[in-house]
């Protein structure tokens, strides 16, 4: 189990520097209107961070989720297109990822696929789908009032951005005070420990797959509502950014480990750092190399963190033992006033 206090007070450290860095990168970046854009614009991301934080807390992961995001975008776009409420069709199109993601779930569960695979396969056959369904064509025109969502604010807030707020502070809250978030630690820690402890873990992992779809969908209507168009090719490279958030916000890939309010500071340090890139005029196939090293650095830096804490946890164990034998055969005090006496 990781130091999860330790991992954020890290993380609000990275994202303090990258945020005074990205500063004198770009004289833009310190505008109060950018900032608010710039999380708007992270919105999808951390909506979707969050349950992909949750599925690797139990050892899991889901690579469909952007492909999700695809398919039930174009969904909706051609209900609406269709003669469907608009409102109606983001309301079908949410649901249907939720089945997405059960689809997922049920293969997990009752087939025993690895997720790796299972949600690697169903990455193509969403994005698939998608593109079947589209034919490069998109669809646009949508009514202004939809267009709101993506686009309106609240007080100067973004809706989109106090979405992405209200469900981290709720599901923060779940993994932290109920028996549901407890279940999701010990499933990561020791499946096999925790089925056997009564834990329903094939209901926990469906329930989580299911989320993942759900909000999936939901980032689909944010994301058609911000860009005025559904289109098949949206968040193509999206799953990159998912992952990393949730690893570089202290989830162990191996499960057993995870913070929503480390995943949510991963978020914005990732989010901070495209867009003072971008607003330097610096090329997005660079921006990814960087995501890569990101994800790829926080993992090599928490595992060397997790078992340098591991050697030190055991080096005092070795010498609380070897004290122990020293004081063992040392003679009492008792047996040396017996030895006197004689």
Same mark, same amino acid.
């Given at each position: 189990?990781?130091?999860?206090?330790?991992?954020?007070?890290?993380?609000?450290?990275?994202?303090?520097?990258?945020?005074?860095?990205?500063?004198?990168?770009?004289k833009?970046?310190?505008?109060?209107?950018?900032?608010?854009?710039?999380?708007?614009?992270?919105?999808?991301?951390?909506i979707m961070?969050?349950?992909?934080?949750?599925?690797?807390?139990?050892?899991?992961?889901?690579?469909?989720?952007?492909?999700?995001?695809?398919?039930?975008?174009?969904?909706?776009?051609?209900?609406?297109?269709?003669?469907?409420?608009?409102?109606?069709?983001?309301?079908l199109?949410?649901?249907?990822?939720?089945?997405?993601?059960?689809?997922?779930a049920?293969?997990?569960?009752?087939?025993?696929?690895?997720?790796?695979?299972?949600?690697?396969?169903?990455?193509?056959?969403?994005?698939?789908m998608?593109?079947?369904?589209?034919q490069?064509?998109?669809?646009?025109?949508?009514?202004?009032?939809?267009?709101?969502?993506?686009?309106?604010?609240?007080?100067?807030?973004?809706?989109?951005?106090?979405?992405?707020?209200?469900?981290?502070?709720?599901?923060?809250?779940?993994?932290?005070?109920t028996?549901?978030?407890?279940?999701?630690?010990? %499933?990561?820690?020791n499946? !096999?420990? =925790?089925?056997?402890?009564?834990v329903?873990?094939?209901? &926990?992992?469906? #329930? +989580?797959y $299911?989320?993942?779809?759900?909000?999936?969908?939901?980032?689909?209507?944010?994301?058609?509502?911000r860009?005025?168009?559904?289109?098949?090719?949206?968040?193509?490279?999206?799953?990159?950014?998912?992952?990393?958030?949730?690893v570089?916000?202290?989830?162990?890939?191996?499960?057993?480990?995870?913070?929503?309010?480390?995943?949510?500071?991963?978020?914005?340090?990732?989010?901070? %750092?495209?867009s003072?890139? !971008?607003? =330097?005029?610096?090329?997005?196939?660079?921006?990814?190399? &960087?995501?890569? #090293? +990101?994800? $790829?650095?926080?993992?090599?830096?928490?595992?060397?963190?997790?078992?340098?804490?591991?050697?030190?946890?055991?080096?005092?164990?070795?010498?609380?033992?070897?004290?122990?034998?020293?004081?063992?055969?040392?003679?009492?005090?008792?047996e040396?006033?017996?030895?006197r006496?004689?």
């Amino acid at each position: 189990m990781r130091d999860v206090k330790k991992i954020e007070l890290i993380l609000l450290g990275i994202m303090v520097f990258v945020f005074v860095f990205m500063s004198f990168l770009s004289k833009q970046f310190l505008n109060v209107s950018t900032l608010l854009q710039i999380m708007q614009l992270s919105a999808e991301l951390g909506i979707m961070a969050i349950p992909m934080t949750l599925i690797v807390i139990t050892g899991g992961i889901d690579l469909s989720m952007a492909s999700t995001l695809a398919l039930s975008g174009v969904i909706m776009g051609y209900l609406w297109l269709f003669g469907l409420n608009i409102w109606l069709a983001a309301i079908l199109a949410v649901v249907f990822a939720g089945t997405a993601g059960l689809f997922n779930a049920v293969m997990i569960t009752k087939f025993d696929i690895p997720p790796l695979l299972a949600t690697l396969g169903t990455w193509a056959l969403y994005r698939g789908m998608a593109t079947g369904i589209d034919q490069g064509r998109g669809v646009s025109g949508f009514p202004q009032g939809f267009l709101k969502l993506g686009e309106g604010t609240l007080m100067g807030i973004p809706y989109s951005l106090l979405i992405w707020a209200t469900i981290s502070i709720v599901i923060y809250f779940i993994v932290i005070k109920t028996r549901f978030g407890r279940y999701l630690f010990a %499933i990561g820690n020791n499946e !096999t420990g =925790a089925l056997y402890s009564g834990v329903p873990v094939k209901k &926990i992992k469906i #329930i +989580i797959y $299911v989320l993942a779809g759900l909000l999936a969908g939901l980032a689909a209507v944010i994301y058609t509502s911000r860009v005025g168009a559904a289109k098949s090719n949206a968040d193509a490279n999206g799953v990159l950014g998912i992952v990393a958030a949730a690893v570089l916000g202290g989830a162990d890939v191996k499960g057993g480990s995870g913070t929503i309010f480390g995943t949510t500071i991963a978020v914005l340090i990732i989010a901070f %750092i495209d867009s003072g890139l !971008t607003l =330097a005029n610096i090329q997005q196939t660079v921006q990814e190399v &960087i995501l890569g #090293i +990101i994800l $790829v650095g926080s993992i090599i830096f928490y595992e060397y963190v997790g078992k340098s804490k591991i050697r030190y946890s055991l080096t005092l164990q070795r010498d609380s033992s070897e004290e122990g034998d020293t004081k063992s055969s040392l003679p009492t005090e008792s047996e040396v006033n017996n030895t006197r006496r004689s």
